[in-house]
């Protein structure tokens, strides 16, 4: 290895901009496959001299970046520290803050490959500071990304979460779309960790949106569409699952990407796995382990051996089982022995990193390293304690599988009749509860129709007294035109006309009227066809309040309550199914006025007002429905069940339950939530908030 003072003396001086080029060739030099390291390694520290001689402090702090990424990929003696702290100090002694605060993230990258994660948090704080201070908002939150996935390593998963959340909120203002995407990646990966499924879902199809929008390419979107597969895998949609990963296997295999056509094939081997098509499985499972030996990239090779052992097990051929089994437990052994491996190899290379910043005195440096092997042959001793011990056990486990495998060949035959009969039974168990579900919602839809009835009933009375009333009077003025005609009087028998002709107006207004009613409830009794359309979400509203509460009064005409309503006007129109949006409103206001009714009828003060009111707001991303009733409010040792299918308050004969359960799936179907709050004694809301695309 050549020394930096070699170097200096075979160089010659170069100006300011071919230090610039030679920095940047290094740098681009390093992203791709060395075909000569030894070139590379002496270019390396000629950019450094040659920086130093134009007293160039960024192609500097640069050229220890490159030093320091070269010694990452080549860490038979680790140096990438030492060349970081090199950075470091000089990034601070220039005042050259983000270059510093780069230095740090570098350092971060370094910690976190050794599994430091800690000390990879501080760097990345440190980072953080100074880009805060510099106001640096695309720096913040690439530490905020970072923060993300090194919690994610230390199974800190919903604070993991969160920071990805911070910088989406910061990522949503720049137009950095693929550190936008990471960020809602690495959020999925957490969620999916904490089996918050639909939102992991939603979150990395937000990732996917944003990749697609900036044409980023196929190979970008590989790990989002492992990542979708993943969550499928865990949400039990397998054929989903099995989907997203051979896109990634497609696009591998299309850019020739070896190491993502590998874990493409392994994971879709596992998904067919846990459906329990074995033969399926052991096709994709087998040919992964084919090209993990081939090409040495191993990491996983173990898992891939238990699966091919568990599919051969369930296909009952036990030797290859058997055979599998083994391949796994020597996998096993080999691992151990790298870790045993890889503490030897860091403590030379920390041994050797400490020999170059050696400043303290020989003894206390020798006794220093004294302790430190005395603590590694401790640990190897431990570490093959337990690979004695797993063996021993292996083994065992190996002896009682065999013994087992003659009775389980019998035990499987009769399983195989007892599972044929079962599923026969819970088929038509099924179908007959499937059929109990659909008249049930059907009762449903039918009694939501018989409280609107009524209200029906009042509204079109209004229109048919106008036109009737209007008819009679036109009659009579007829009567009255051909009078004057028979006078003669042209000019009375023309006023009389007009008359006649408002009269008319006004009966096809109001006719106008009543067929507006009846096709609203021919609207709402019609079969939902699940078609969105554009729909004026205020008319709607206020026509289903006023609709119920005609209902309720046509019933009981000592029922009255106070109507309230507060439209947000700059709501126009939103996609929506229109026939279930308004069963969903239909159903909240009728809970609503039946609260106040309850409480009115049991309440001993007659101050009490009997008040529902309807509202809606225009937010950022969502349209909110809110209708509020000042009734008793419900227990809150129920309020977690009252979306559950037929759970209910109400007297026997009053209610099936089904209404909010229904309401609820119909929000959620529409991408949308139903809240609500209640306290007790006081009322109740439910806030309907749905997406305006």
């Not at 001993?604 to 009111?613: A, Q, R, Y």
Request: with cysteine.
């Amino acid at each position: 290895m050549l020394s930096i003072n070699c170097i200096a003396q075979n160089t010659s001086t170069v100006n300011q901009n071919d230090v610039e080029a030679l920095v940047s060739s290094i740098s681009e030099q390093l992203t791709q496959p060395i075909t000569d390291s030894t070139k590379v390694y002496k270019s390396l520290f000629y950019a450094v001299n040659s920086s130093k001689q134009n007293d160039n402090k960024t192609y500097l702090i640069k050229s220890y970046h490159n030093l320091a990424k070269w010694h990452q990929g080549n860490t038979s003696i680790d140096s990438t520290l030492f060349y970081l702290k090199n950075a470091e100090k000089v990034s601070k002694e220039a005042k050259l803050p983000l270059l510093e605060a780069e230095t740090y993230l570098k350092k971060e990258d370094a910690y976190k490959q050794r599994g430091e994660y800690s000390q990879a948090m501080t760097e990345d704080f440190k980072a953080l500071k100074l880009y805060e201070t510099l106001n640096a908002k695309d720096g913040v939150a690439r530490c905020y990304t970072r923060l993300c996935d090194l919690l994610y390593y230390q199974e800190k998963y919903s604070e993991g979460a969160d920071y990805c959340q911070k910088a989406i909120d910061i990522q949503k203002t720049l137009d950095t779309p693929n550190e936008l995407a990471l960020s809602y990646r690495y959020k999925a990966d957490n969620l999916l960790i904490l089996e918050k499924y639909d939102e992991a879902l939603n979150t990395i199809n937000k990732a996917i949106e944003v990749l697609t929008a900036a044409n980023s390419g196929e190979t970008a979107l590989a790990k989002n569409y492992n990542t979708r597969g993943n969550i499928y895998k865990y949400m039990q949609r397998y054929d989903d699952a099995i989907a997203e990963y051979k896109k990634c296997y497609q696009i591998a295999k299309d850019y020739n990407i070896e190491r993502g056509i590998i874990p493409a094939l392994a994971n879709i081997g596992h998904v067919y796995r846990l459906q329990n098509k074995n033969e399926e499985a052991l096709t994709y499972t087998l040919e992964a382990i084919e090209l993990m030996k081939k090409s040495g990239n191993t990491p996983n090779l173990r898992e891939n051996y238990m699966h091919a052992s568990n599919s051969y097990e369930a296909l009952e051929d036990y030797q290859k089982a058997l055979e599998y089994n083994h391949l796994y437990s020597d996998a096993r052994i080999n691992e151990l022995k790298q870790i045993i491996e890889q503490l030897e190899s860091e403590l030379q290379i920390k041994y050797e990193s400490e020999k170059k910043d050696e400043t303290i005195e020989t003894q206390d440096a020798t006794i220093s390293r004294q302790r430190k092997t005395q603590l590694l042959y401790i640990g190897i001793a431990v570490l093959l304690g337990i690979i004695l011990f797993g063996m021993y056990f292996t083994m065992k486990n190996i002896r009682k599988k065999r013994k087992a495998l003659a009775l389980l060949n019998t035990e499987l035959a009769q399983n195989q009749k007892d599972l044929e009969a079962a599923n026969n039974k819970l088929q038509q168990s099924l179908d007959e509860l499937k059929a109990t579900q659909a008249q049930l919602i059907q009762s449903e839809k039918m009694a939501s129709l018989g409280e609107l009835t009524a209200g029906i009933a009042h509204e079109i009375q209004n229109p048919l007294n106008f036109v009737n009333n209007f008819s009679e009077v036109s009659n009579e003025l007829v009567d009255e035109m051909n009078e004057e005609l028979d006078k003669g009087d042209i000019e009375e028998a023309k006023h009389i006309a007009s008359d006649i002709k408002q009269n008319l107006e006004k009966i096809n207004h109001h006719g106008k009227r009543a067929d507006g009613i009846v096709k609203g409830m021919l609207q709402h009794s019609r079969s939902n066809t699940g078609k969105k359309e554009p729909t004026d979400i205020n008319k709607l509203a206020d026509e289903y309040l006023r609709l119920a509460y005609h209902g309720l009064r046509a019933k009981d005409k000592s029922f009255n309550a106070q109507l309230e309503t507060d439209f947000d006007e700059n709501i126009k129109t939103l996609n929506v199914v229109p026939q279930d949006i308004g069963r969903v409103i239909l159903n909240l206001i009728t809970n609503a006025f039946y609260a106040v009714d309850e409480k009115k009828s049991n309440s001993e003060s007659k101050d009490f007002k009997p008040t529902v009111s309807v509202s809606t707001i225009k937010l950022k991303d969502t349209i909110e429905i809110i209708i509020k009733d000042n009734g008793n409010g419900i227990p809150e040792n129920i309020l977690d069940k009252i979306f559950q299918p037929f759970f209910t308050t109400k007297p026997t004969g009053k209610g099936t339950g089904l209404g909010l359960s229904m309401s609820y799936d119909i929000i959620r179907a529409h991408n949308g939530k139903l809240q609500v709050e209640s306290k007790d004694k006081e009322g109740t809301t439910f806030t309907v908030s749905l997406p305006k695309t």
